[in-house]
């Protein structure tokens, strides 16, 4: 799967950074720096197309490796689209350099807020994943202040927009 999504990119002349283990934080933290930095805003920008063509590729390899119970779990491609769209449109209010500074302080806010959870609510797919989008959310507001409140806003709408469907419930959808 890790060979897969990274071709997804490669394919498209692109990079894609995955941790050599998905549950080492500093492997996170490595690889979530490294992706930043590949993938600046302005480069995504430059490559529209090809980031658009690798995010439906991962998608799909996703989709096909997710029992069907489970597929709204997966974020809605037009949504990670629009997070590029708004993104370009926006890039005079990015402080990127100032949220990449920022990252070990925001995985280790989820990590922190994720260990305040019960057992059960983390041992159901639902609750876990959509509390997680709920903790980056907060772990934004906490840790990223000093990049700017346009910067934060923007952040907060990324997070939003790559929430799962399952995760944007009544009132709250996004992009639908």
Request: with cysteine; proline share 5%; hydrophobic share 30%.
């Amino acid at each position: 799967m890790k060979n897969a999504e990274m071709k997804c990119y490669s394919d498209q002349g692109l990079v894609l950074h995955l941790p050599d283990d998905p549950n080492n934080p500093d492997h996170i933290k490595q690889t979530s720096v490294a992706n930043a930095l590949t993938s600046t805003p302005e480069v995504v920008c430059k490559n529209r197309a090809a980031y658009d063509a690798a995010i439906h590729c991962s998608l799909a390899l996703s989709q096909s490796c997710t029992p069907k119970a489970y597929q709204s779990l997966l974020p809605d491609e037009n949504n990670l689209k629009m997070v590029q769209n708004i993104m370009c449109n926006n890039l005079n209010s990015l402080n990127h350099m100032c949220t990449v500074n920022n990252t070990h302080d925001l995985v280790d806010c989820g990590i922190k807020k994720y260990g305040t959870m019960t057992v059960a609510d983390a041992m159901d797919p639902y609750k876990s994943t959509c509390t997680a989008y709920q903790h980056a959310e907060e772990c934004l507001e906490e840790e990223i202040q000093e990049c700017g409140q346009a910067n934060l806003d923007l952040q907060k709408q990324f997070n939003q927009l790559s929430a799962p469907v399952a995760c944007q419930g009544a009132g709250t959808a996004i992009g639908k």
